[in-house]
């Protein structure tokens, strides 16, 4: 089965600047792979996903991800934060056959400072 | 497209009491996942469907969790008996079956047993 792991359980960053957020996860064949954003008593909200179209994906809210074979990682940036970016954000991997199953990472709560 | 919709958003119970949660998925989509997120263990799954059908329940916690699927358009998690440990946000989440298509979270229930 896949496994995620996010580096980093809390970031903060001041309003203004970039935000980056780490994901590597375990597979020798290109997954699917998905950004999900949760705010305060909501569900999951899909940010972006890697579907081997591209390897630098653009999601809502002005957020992109990078897939690196290489390195096996898929870090969430954005340019600038914006106090409303406050948020946990999940990594997910999917498995390549089956039922394509995700496996979430333990999330990253970001804060922003004005 | 009105989403996943779970009902409650909230429910207390005390211990001993049995308590069912309810989920409809959205129209058309073949998968239906249940997962718990607490603080200590993040996002588990619990069990999800394929065509009504369930097709792992290894992350069910025990025998007290049960989940039902009568039709396309209707999911239950019922525990019998609660217990304090059971508190948590559970989440009802439902996709397509083609691969690398994203889930669709609800926005959850709250579970509070005291």
């Known amino acids: 089965a896949q496994s995620v792991t996010q580096l980093g359980s809390h970031v903060s960053v001041s309003e203004g600047a970039l935000v980056l957020l780490r994901c590597n996860y375990s597979?020798?064949?290109?997954?699917?792979l998905f950004w999900y954003v949760q705010y305060p008593n909501q569900g999951l909200q899909l940010l972006l996903k890697y579907t081997s179209a591209a390897t630098l994906v653009k999601g809502i809210n002005g957020f992109e991800a990078e897939f690196k074979k290489s390195e096996t990682s898929f870090h969430l940036t954005k340019p600038s934060a914006h106090m409303s970016d406050a948020a946990e954000y999940f990594c997910?991997?999917?498995?390549?056959?089956?039922?394509?199953?995700?496996?979430f990472g333990a999330g990253t709560t970001v804060t922003v400072r004005a | 497209d009105a989403g996943v919709i779970q009902s409650p958003r909230h429910e207390v119970t005390e211990m001993g009491q049995e308590v069912t949660l309810r989920c409809k998925p959205i129209s058309g989509h073949d998968y239906l996942f249940w997962y718990r997120q607490t603080m200590m263990r993040g996002l588990e799954l619990l069990i999800y469907?394929?065509?009504?059908?369930?097709?792992?329940d290894s992350g069910m916690p025990e025998d007290r969790f049960s989940a039902k699927m009568p039709n396309a358009s209707f999911s239950t998690l019922k525990i019998q008996p609660s217990e304090p440990r059971d508190s948590a946000v559970y989440f009802c989440a439902s996709r397509t079956g083609t691969g690398g298509s994203p889930l669709h979270f609800g926005n959850g229930t709250r579970l509070t047993v005291t």
């Open positions: 469907f394929n065509n009504n059908v369930p097709i792992d």
């Open positions: 997910a991997v999917s498995d390549s056959l089956g039922d394509y199953k995700l496996s």
């Open positions: 597979s020798s064949v290109p997954p699917y």
